[in-house]
């Protein structure tokens, strides 16, 4: 992928994108706890079952992570979409799919609303959307019904407030190989690697100010506006969103689809790289053992 930086009003964005052949962009949008990296299992799935480089392919590094300096505390949903949409008409499309994976589907959704002619479609990989409940919730609440995220989050302020710090804990915790241990619920099973990529990737910082903006996000009145087709996928293992937050989801969401996968935790575009390379960029290869089967999707009412 050929590398970019595009200024936006929260600042220079790193991009990696391949090469423009249409009028719409695929954008993929990474999570709070990753960069744009995460994406890389899934899109040399693609390539590997295309026998080439996907074309169209926009993967940024939101601003506050990855190679995108930014100022945490200005950042929320409508900083972080738009930001997007200016990322993806300086390489000059006018139209986009989005995939976002936990916030960043969060931001999908939000992007959906602000441009609803330039937002084809969305798909969101284990979205982060508790938000949708969050403004009605009290802590005990939130903490009740979703503890591993509320845990993630005590973790995630401690290391903050360490500052450069928390960088060395963790990698401190990965030498030791503790950090496996830490993240093992993330997945279904493990994934060699994983704790290394995390250790680099984590902007503690970034990861609590996305959350307490989450909390404050109107959504119901904020996703009632999408027009795009909608389809949410996360695994039947994912610690972070469970059925609940589907039916949450399609509440507000007009003609929401939902697939759930088998055996797949919260990174299934990691666990399952050729699954969601056909389900998310429309590129399927030869079906492997690995695999899990697809359950059926459902559609909101």
Do not use: N
Not at 19 to 40: N, V, Y
Not at 284 to 293: F, V
């Amino acid at each position: 992928m050929e590398q970019t930086m595009v200024e936006t009003d929260a600042g220079p964005v790193t991009v990696h994108r391949t090469a423009r052949e249409s009028a719409a962009a695929t954008i993929l949008l990474h999570g709070a706890a990753g960069s744009w990296t995460t994406w890389e299992p899934m899109v040399a799935a693609a390539e590997g079952a295309r026998g080439s480089t996907v074309p169209d392919l926009v993967v940024p590094d939101l601003p506050g992570w990855g190679d995108s300096p930014a100022d945490v505390a200005s950042l929320d949903a409508a900083v972080l979409a738009t930001s997007v949409a200016t990322v993806a008409r300086a390489l000059g499309y006018e139209r986009w799919r989005v995939v976002g994976h936990s916030l960043g589907g969060f931001v999908a959704l939000e992007l959906a609303v602000r441009e609803p002619v330039a937002t084809e479609s969305v798909v969101l990989v284990s979205a982060t959307t508790f938000g949708g409940q969050a403004d009605r919730r009290s802590t005990a609440s939130l903490l009740y019904r979703h503890a591993p995220l509320m845990l993630l989050l005590a973790g995630m302020r401690v290391l903050a407030a360490l500052g450069p710090g928390g960088h060395r804990l963790v990698r401190a915790l990965e030498r030791m190989r503790l950090l496996p241990l830490l993240i093992a619920r993330l997945f279904s099973s493990p994934v060699p690697g994983s704790a290394h990529e995390l250790a680099r990737d984590l902007r503690p910082a970034a990861f609590v100010r996305a959350v307490a903006c989450a909390r404050r996000y109107p959504a119901a009145e904020r996703w009632a506006r999408i027009r795009c087709p909608v389809l949410s996928l996360h695994g039947d293992r994912d610690v972070f969103v469970t059925a609940a937050d589907d039916a949450g989801l399609a509440a507000i969401v007009t003609g929401l689809r939902t697939r759930i996968l088998p055996a797949t935790g919260h990174f299934a575009h990691v666990e399952h790289p050729s699954l969601l390379a056909a389900l998310c960029l429309g590129v399927a290869g030869e079906a492997g053992g690995e695999e899990p089967p697809l359950a059926r999707v459902t559609r909101a009412r």
